[in-house]
T-cell receptor
Framework: DAGVIQSPRHEVTEMGQEVTLRCKPI?????LFWYRQTMMRGLELLIY????????DSGMPEDRFSAKMPNASFSTLKIQPSEPRDSAVYFC????????????FGPGTRLTVL | GEDVEQSLFLSVREGDSSVINCTYT??????LYWYKQEPGAGLQLLTY?????DMKQDQRLTVLLNKKDKHLSLRIADTQTGDSAIYFC??????????FGAGTRLFVKA
């Protein structure tokens, strides 16, 4: 398996633009997580899905952020409109039914909002 | 909610042992974890310990769990420059979402 796939790996955009980050989880995994990592705030859980259904979105910063999981093999995180303070590395992770709940992380998308 | 705390930095010399400490507040996690993040990469599970164990050894890694004090530690023997990374302590209280600590940045001096 190729692991968790994220695209793009790097994104540079201007304030006010819409940004869409994409994630393909590991096949067979039933949970998917979106995280944001910055030096100041560390690793933050934004939202997680179980069987394609959003379970907890309490970490989503504000209405500018939205996430969807239309099927078991694809998820998006959208920021509209983007702001400079959204600059961060965004990680997607997935986990399956392994008894010890290991999360498999993608390589991340480094977002820079100018 | 669950709180997981770690010291932010640790610096050791190559060949020495490293000990990274973590404290947590919610003891309901069935497993406790150590993840490693290398520069420019996502987190990767390094090792884990079942909550009814006190110790787990895996090659150069030793995990100690003190349930009474809610303290978890990771010892890396014979630390190498390739061990330089950020190490995250984590638990899954209630069996749902994983709660990560802030991460300990390990610097290994040659």
């Amino acid at each position: 398996d190729a692991g968790v796939i994220q695209s793009p790996r790097h994104e540079v955009t201007e304030m006010g633009q819409e940004v869409t980050l994409r994630c393909k989880p590991i096949s067979g995994h039933n949970s998917l997580f979106w995280y944001r990592q910055t030096m100041m705030r560390g690793l933050e859980l934004l939202i997680y899905f179980n069987n394609n259904v959003p379970i907890d979105d309490s970490g989503m910063p504000e209405d500018r952020f939205s996430a969807k999981m239309p099927n078991a093999s694809f998820s998006t995180l959208k920021i509209q409109p983007s702001e400079p303070r959204d600059s961060a590395v965004y990680f997607c992770a997935s986990s399956g039914l392994a008894p010890y709940n290991e999360q498999f992380f993608g390589p991340g998308t480094r977002l820079t909002v100018l | 909610g669950e709180d997981v705390e770690q010291s932010l930095f640790l610096s050791v010399r190559e060949g020495d042992s490293s000990v990274i400490n973590c404290t947590y507040t919610d003891s309901s996690s069935t497993y406790l974890y150590w993840y490693k993040q290398e520069p420019g990469a996502g987190l990767q599970l390094l090792t884990y310990i079942f909550s009814n164990m006190d110790m787990k050894q895996d090659q150069r890694l030793t995990v100690l769990l003190n349930k009474k004090d809610k303290h978890l530690s990771l010892r890396i023997a014979d630390t190498q420059t390739g061990d330089s990374a950020i190490y995250f302590c984590a638990g899954v209280p209630g069996g749902f979402k994983t709660i990560f600590g802030a991460g300990t940045r390990l610097f290994v001096k040659a």
